[in-house]
């Protein structure tokens, strides 16, 4: 027992290490070649205006928001696996993803078309992510209506299958009549990006990952 918990411990801090190091260097490796003192003084707001816009508004906001999302999205995969003893099961299997996806599709390829918004419009920060928030939870509250009546964890399963496939064919449907630019913004988007995401958007995700962290250590025993 001594053994497994040594074990533990010596791979946490392992990959806590290992998450410094990579986090150190995406702040002092990048297409820009910057000095690793430079990159230190820019952090500091003592370097010149351009590494500084370059560390502090590029590199910086994509480590943390990589940090970020990957806790949350690992714990996540992590619970779904726990709760349908299935090590393939994932974010996703819910249709929430899904839910999401359908939101930000409603925005970008039915509503933005028929409204003339100029570049760089709230759309692009706030509004898509806000979207995907709106999409999302119609079909979370979907599957916990169902789940508060049927006590069958498959039944479960494959009512959220059932509404991502639903959700999928709606949205090829949006995709195939929409325009090509709004249709190449939704497919940017689907692919996702760590980057052109802001301080503001960093700390509300930040405090959902928290919140969602907390949530899941009080499980621990429940789902055990």
């Keep these: 027992m001594k053994t497994a918990a040594t074990r533990v411990t010596l791979t946490m801090t392992g990959l806590v290490l290992l998450l410094i190091i990579l986090f150190m260097a995406d702040i002092f ?33 994509r480590a943390l928001t990589a940090i970020l999302a990957g806790a949350a999205l690992s714990v996540s995969g992590l619970l779904m696996q726990t709760l349908f003893r299935n090590p393939l099961a994932g974010p996703d299997v819910l249709g929430v993803s899904s839910g999401a996806s359908l939101g930000v599709a409603l925005t970008l390829l039915a509503f933005t078309p028929l409204f003339s918004l100029p570049e760089g419009s709230v759309l692009e920060g706030w509004g898509l992510i806000l979207a995907a928030w709106a999409g999302a939870g119609p079909v979370m509250i979907i599957i916990m209506a169902v789940s508060g009546r049927m006590r069958d964890i498959m039944t479960v399963l494959i009512v959220g299958l059932l509404l991502a496939s639903a959700i999928s064919a709606v949205v090829s449907l949006m995709q195939y009549f929409s325009n090509e630019a709004m249709l190449r913004t939704y497919v940017i988007w689907t692919m996702g990006n760590l980057g052109n995401i802001s301080y503001p958007q960093i700390r509300a995700l930040a405090l959902a990952t928290a919140a969602g962290l907390a949530i899941a250590l009080t499980m621990v025993k429940p789902l055990n």
């Design 29 to 61: 490796i990048g297409s820009t070649r910057i000095d690793a003192a430079d990159v230190v003084r820019a952090v500091f707001g003592r370097s010149a205006p351009g590494d500084e816009i370059i560390v502090m508004q590029f590199r910086l906001p």
